[in-house]
């Protein structure tokens, strides 16, 4: 099996990986990278647990080859928070955002693009960005509560 | 600071309702408070099963039946363990105790399925091996090469016809299709008053027939479990269970290890909702890192999660109401049938808690019921979020409204007329307490702008109850129907061999006693300190643990707690 070389930004630090031929992203970040932020949830793009940013753009890394992220920026939960929680982070949890907390980590990449590119959006701007996102608890409602709050302003918790 | 839902009407407390028999000393109820584990949540840091990096880590995979009922001519492992990768086939000889039931546990049921099936396929995808590979891909790519030579046989999918006459049975334990409870009835009966009598003399009778489909718990993590060897001896697991120590018992008793040998870490569960308590990888995983000495993990993917992962199984219930003109329902004659698919896993006590519900909150002075758990060529069943109840309760709620339009009534007049009032006498027989569905009635019409008659509006849940409603009728109709004779209850503990077995595997077990425990002092409550706290008697002194005297029987469910107390 020729392994192949992958070079990436991953939350800002530089790492460097070999990859299998076939390997997804989402494979890479977890036992290459040791990133166990984003989950497997179906593998097949559907239920957007393993959504991480490459480039600032959300993706589904099941859905991602490995070696195409060669080059590239990715951010994924965590590289999220410093110091203290990012606003996002806190709305969640102001909220009751995460009832098993398995399908966050890929609500919270999501609201970060969607913030990225538009910072003051609309409830349906927000059911729309997370409209790639599955939360089995029936979340919904808190999910796009927090995400709002931090658009406009009232996230301080 | 934080919003808080119940002050923004999500939830409105109506503290007006008894209030008399509440204090309102709660420190927490009312108050919004922040879950513990939330901070690991939104940090993606939570420790799920899969979150746990192992070197070397193994892939189990499962060979499973294309077929709904095969039995099985040959397995053949050879191509398989010959696919790259591949590190040990397991196949059911593998397994030390290769039959459980879920319930044995409780000494409920009879051991059923196998962990690996070596003779016959029950449901499309039972396993039959498992491959063990140095990828995932890898064991992907073996599962598909173990050759089965399948010898397909009649299958039933229908619980109806499960248990017509001639149907193909399912499993032979149970010829009839049906649960056997207590070695004693293929279904679990009640019976209160009569009435075939009450029919006769109703104004209406009033039939329906009503079912649901399976339903997928669909957790976003799928079931699995890791194992590894430790270093003293152990195996460490962490799994996705939502029955910790049903896993770790199921565990020791398949592998037929001692559970001191068996690490076992869970709790952090990514979403279960009743799919993730049938210990189906544990033992898997642990025997897959017992063979090979290396880590390995089991894990199901979306696909077998949705075909093979136990859903809430399907149930068709006929119901037939006897009931008089101004409303009153007289009699309620229920015939229930749960889908427990091709094993009993935990349907046999979703049964029993269907039964323990009936009639519904209502005060009917004559009911009857005979309700079968079945078993069908479909995917066994398992817990679902009140499993047992939604279904019942589904068909009973319809047939609620289906009575109120046969008799002209408003369906929420109907239900506050019917209602369970304080001191009504159960269908099993318990005295009703606290009830409060009229009140709930009365909350909703008002919210939902419903006019309700003044005698529905006057109505409370602690008027008019006991009296003649409070007693069990004089006259009860008993029937031997679906009485099943010299059938063995399969019970561990009437297994003299197995008494035997148990004591001898376990010597520690009569080692010196260990010091009784201390009496716990409770701590008093500055609110209760006034009044003179009774006397603590000294604890007995506890007897040396040892094999001990056989147990008089099994222990039983009662019908409506769970357990029969001991």
């Known amino acids: ?157 | 600071m934080r919003t808080d839902s119940m002050s923004n009407g999500m939830i409105e407390f109506r503290k007006e309702l008894f209030a008399d028999e509440r204090d309102d000393t709660l420190n927490e109820i009312g108050k919004p408070t922040r879950r513990q584990d939330i901070l690991g949540h939104v940090t993606g840091r939570s420790p799920f099963y899969d979150d746990h990096l192992f070197h070397g880590l193994l892939h189990m995979r499962c060979a499973r039946s294309p077929h709904h009922a095969a039995r099985i001519r040959r397995i053949d492992t050879t191509e398989a363990e010959l696919s790259p990768g591949v590190v040990r086939v397991l196949t059911g000889r593998d397994v030390p105790l290769n039959l459980n039931t879920l319930l044995s546990l409780l000494d409920f049921g009879i051991d059923d399925e196998p962990v690996l099936s070596t003779d016959r396929v029950r449901y499309r995808g039972e396993p039959v091996a498992a491959v063990i590979a140095e990828s995932e891909a890898a064991a992907r790519e073996a599962a598909a090469k173990v050759r089965v030579e399948w010898e397909v046989l009649p299958h039933v999918l229908d619980v109806e016809e499960a248990i017509r006459p001639g149907a193909p049975v399912v499993l032979e334990i149970y010829p009839g299709n049906r649960f056997v409870y207590h070695g004693r009835y293929d279904h679990q009966k009640l019976r209160f008053g009569d009435v075939e009598a009450a029919f006769r003399t109703a104004d209406h009778i009033i039939e329906g027939r009503y079912q649901i489909s399976p339903i997928e718990q669909a957790p976003i993590e799928t079931c699995g479990a890791i194992a590894a060897p430790e270093t003293n001896d152990r195996y460490v697991c962490y799994t996705s269970t939502q029955a910790l120590f049903f896993s770790l018992a199921t565990t020791s008793k398949l592998l037929r290890l001692p559970s001191s040998r068996l690490h076992f870490i869970g709790g952090t569960v990514g979403g279960g909702f009743g799919g993730k308590v049938d210990s189906v990888h544990e033992p898997l995983a642990v025997l897959g890192a017992m063979l090979t000495g290396r880590p390995v993990k089991f894990m199901w993917d979306r696909e077998e999660e949705m075909q093979v992962g136990g859903p809430r199984g399907a149930e068709r219930w006929y119901i037939k109401d006897g009931v008089m003109r101004d409303g009153r329902i007289v009699a309620r004659k229920f015939t229930g049938y749960f889908d427990s698919g091709a094993y009993t896993r935990l349907t046999s006590y979703a049964v029993i808690k269907a039964v323990g519900h009936l009639p519904g909150p209502y005060t009917i002075p004559n009911v009857h019921a005979d309700v079968y758990c079945v078993f069908t060529n479909r995917t066994p069943a398992t817990a679902m979020r009140g499993f047992g109840i939604t279904g019942v309760d589904f068909a009973i709620e319809a047939h609620m409204d289906k009575v109120a339009e046969a008799v002209g009534m408003n369906p929420i007049d109907l239900r506050i007329l019917n209602a369970y009032r304080d001191g009504d006498m159960k269908a099993h027989r318990r005295v009703a307490k606290n009830c409060a569905l009229i009140e709930c009635c009365q909350v909703v019409a008002e919210k939902a702008g419903v006019q309700l008659t003044s005698a529905s509006r006057a109505a409370s849940s602690r008027q008019g109850g006991g009296g003649e409603r409070g007693r069990i009728p004089a006259h009860t109709a008993l029937d031997q129907v679906g009485r099943v004779e010299g059938f063995d209850t399969g019970s561990y503990a009437r297994k003299p061999a197995r008494q035997a077995q148990a004591t001898a595997a376990r010597p520690a077990a009569a080692a010196p006693a260990p010091a009784p425990p201390q009496p716990r002092v409770p701590r008093l409550e500055p609110s209760r300190a006034a009044s003179a706290a009774p006397p603590i008697p000294p604890a007995p002194a506890q007897p040396a643990q040892t094999g001990g005297p056989a147990r008089s029987g099994p222990i039983r469910f009662s019908s409506i707690s769970g357990f029969r107390r001991r």
């Open chain 1, 1 to 157: 099996m020729v392994m192949k070389p992958v070079a990436l930004t991953l939350n800002g630090s530089f790492r460097a990986a070999f990859t299998a031929p076939g390997q997804n992203l989402l494979d890479l970040l977890r036992r290459g990278l040791g990133d166990l932020t984003p989950k497997y949830g179906c593998g097949q793009g559907g239920c957007g647990a393993c959504t991480v940013l490459v480039d600032g753009e959300p993706h589904l890394a099941c859905l991602v080859l490995a070696e195409a992220v060669d080059g590239r920026n990715v951010e994924t939960v965590a590289g999220m928070s410093g110091a203290t929680p990012h606003p996002l982070q806190e709305a969640f949890m102001a909220h009751f955002a995460a009832q098993c907390g398995y399908c966050t980590p890929g609500f919270l990449m999501a609201a970060k693009a969607l913030l990225a590119r538009n910072p003051r959006p609309t409830r349906e701007d927000v059911v729309e960005a997370i409209s790639g996102n599955l939360c089995r608890c029936t979340g919904y409602e808190p999910i796009i509560e927090a995400i709002l709050s931090v658009a406009h302003g009232s996230a301080r918790a």
